[in-house]
């Protein structure tokens, strides 16, 4: 089956960028999602389609997907945006969603 | 304003069964597809499984092949989905997530709150 492989943790300080990957068997043909999970609360999708966002959701959150890797970079880190993100595709061939590990994020 | 409220969450003894409800309000049901997601403790995000939008189309991970069965019922605007033979690696916070399109998964553009299923004796 389809695997998405994250980084467990990434951390960043204030006003710095964060990059989160998401790794896979040629990503760069499918379509990546990405969700803000933060403690307590439902998941939240930041980037959809490897690169759009949602209405609602700063600019300063921004994806990319090519070849092997899906990147997901918060611009401009914030203390609010400690949380943990994950990376998701579907997986057509063996009509499966997959979710990647999770990356938490660290605001130092 | 989408809402999605989960229900039938708790406590049931290994082996045994449950059906979760997820009642849907602020959106057009019946023309979206459906998903069931779950976060067990200290674990990430797993998907469980997904409805098409007329239920004729139903996909599940796995893990839960075989045991769990998702349906919904469009004059109710409710999804659900029945969990059998449950074991201690079903416990876990379950998501109702409404896709952005109807026929094929694409992405969850929103979600319940969730409900907690603890298997345990």
């Known amino acids: 089956s389809y695997v998405l492989t994250q980084p467990p943790s990434v951390a960043a300080a204030p006003g710095q960028t964060a990059r989160i990957t998401c790794g896979g068997n040629?990503?760069?043909?499918?379509?990546v999602h990405w969700y803000q999970r933060k403690p307590g609360q439902a998941p939240v999708l930041v980037v959809y389609?490897?690169?759009d966002r949602p209405s609602g959701i700063p600019e300063r959150f921004s994806g990319s997907n090519s070849g092997n890797t899906a990147t997901l970079t918060i611009s401009r880190v914030e203390a609010g945006d400690e949380a943990d993100y994950y990376c998701?595709?579907?997986?057509?061939?063996?009509?499966?969603?997959?979710f990647g590990g999770g990356t938490k994020l660290t605001v130092l | 304003q989408v809402q999605l409220v989960e229900s039938g969450g708790g406590v049931v003894q290994p082996g045994g069964s449950l059906r979760l409800s997820c009642a849907a309000s602020?959106?057009?049901?019946?023309?979206?597809?459906m998903h069931w997601v779950r976060q067990a403790p200290g674990k990430g995000l797993e998907w469980v499984a997904f409805?098409?939008?007329?239920?004729?189309?139903?996909y599940y991970a796995d893990s839960v092949k075989g045991r769990f069965t998702i349906s919904r019922d469009n004059s109710k605007n409710t999804l659900y989905v029945h969990m059998d033979t449950l074991g201690a690696e079903d416990t876990a916070v379950y998501y109702c997530?409404?896709?952005?399109?109807?026929?094929?998964?694409?992405?969850?553009?929103?979600w319940g709150q969730g409900t907690l299923v603890t298997v345990s004796s």
């Open positions: 040629n990503i760069g043909t499918k379509s």
């Open positions: 602020g959106f057009n049901f019946n023309i979206y597809g």
């Open positions: 409805i098409r939008f007329d239920g004729t189309n139903k």
């Open positions: 998701q595709v579907w997986d057509s061939s063996s009509d499966v969603v997959v």
């Open positions: 389609d490897d690169s």
């Open positions: 997530a409404k896709d952005k399109l109807g026929n094929t998964p694409h992405y969850f553009d929103s």
